[in-house]
């Protein structure tokens, strides 16, 4: 099969790989029909996550047919349509039995195209697949459930839900890609009185304002303190999400917030950044960092087509064998336009 492949920072290649067998008795092969790219694989590739290795198939989002399960697998059935999330569940463990999936130490966590093989590929190997992945509900699209195998999940848990967004509440997205796009739509769901959302592309910013923005800010040309302080009398934002994953964007989340306030951090670091302690010490805020769990994912799936409208997010089609452009396209989102990009066979 074909396998878009790593092989070190900046290296990467859609190549003849061996198809994935069985390893455990409760994997399940999938044979994907639809997978995306996410900033991660960008910090992958930017070489911010050391673990993954020269060969690893990157991806981890997927929505495919099970195509062969192990002895193991209860829920599953060969030809079963089913969404592969982001993270992966032993089921068993204490942070699996809390529905802490992300912090797995049962071999599951953040491993697709991470530790283990990902998505980004004709067939991926799915481990624990009974609690790792979701049949996919009759009506709902391939690209529509795609959605939810990381962004929405990610923007609304680690975003919206530790962020605390409370109804009334003043909230500033900072970076205004897929995931901070999703934490604008799950903080809607909270009727927030005003979203700004921070970028440095313009394209971006004109996608934030068809999500939800009611303000937005090009942090290139405007102070984002400024135009917060200004809606805010002085006081800062209540919640401030950072959603880019570099140590600039973290600390101007931290500048942004009032007194009591939450800052939710998403981005993915590979560099460390500076906590203005010396500032922000007795101003009684609270600051979260999270891989998502994706135990909001049933919750999301009840919501799509309502007040979730995951076909917003796709901007560009490709076949997987033009994954090279479609890696181009999404990592030149500021030209492009690229909000999610759709790979089927
Ligand atoms: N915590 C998690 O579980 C989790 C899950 C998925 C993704 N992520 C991370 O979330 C982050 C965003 O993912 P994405 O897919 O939206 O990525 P993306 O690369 O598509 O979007 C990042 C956005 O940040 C903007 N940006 C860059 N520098 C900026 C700056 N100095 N000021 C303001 N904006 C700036 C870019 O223009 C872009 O719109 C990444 O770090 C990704 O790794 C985290
Ligand atoms: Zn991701
Ligand atoms: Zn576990």
Known sequence: MRALVYHGPNLKAWEEVPKP???????AIVRIEATTICGSDLHILKGDVPEVTDGRILGHEAVGTVEEVGAAVKNLRPGDRVLVSCISACGACRFCREGRFGQCTGGGGWILGHLIDGTQAE????????????????????????????????GYEVGVLNGHVQPGDVVAVVGAGPIGLSA?????????????????????????????????????????????????????????????????????????????????????????ATLHLERIWGRDVTITTGLVDTYSTPTLLRLLGHQLHAERFVTHHFAMSDFPAAYDTFARAAD??????????
């Open 123 to 154: 067939y991926a190997r799915v481990p624990f697949a009974d609690a790792s992945t979701y049949p996919a509900p009759a009506g709902v699209t391939d690209e529509d459930l795609l959605m939810l195998a990381d962004i929405l999940p990610t």
């Open 21 to 27: 067998v069985l390893i455990d008795d409760t994997d």
């Open 184 to 272: 604008i739509m799950g903080a809607r769901l909270f009727s927030p009185s005003m979203i700004v959302a921070v970028d440095l592309a313009d394209s971006r910013l004109e996608a934030a304002k068809q999500f939800g923005a009611d303000v937005i800010v090009n942090n290139g040309r405007q102070d984002p303190l400024e135009v917060i302080n200004g809606l805010t009398g002085g006081l800062g934002a209540d919640v401030a999400i950072e959603a880019v994953g570099i140590p600039a964007t973290f600390e101007l989340a931290v500048t942004l917030i009032r007194p009591c306030g939450h800052v939710a951090n998403i981005g993915v670091h590979g560099q460390p």
């Open 336 to 345: 492009t336009g690229a909000l999610k990009v759709v790979l089927t066979p």
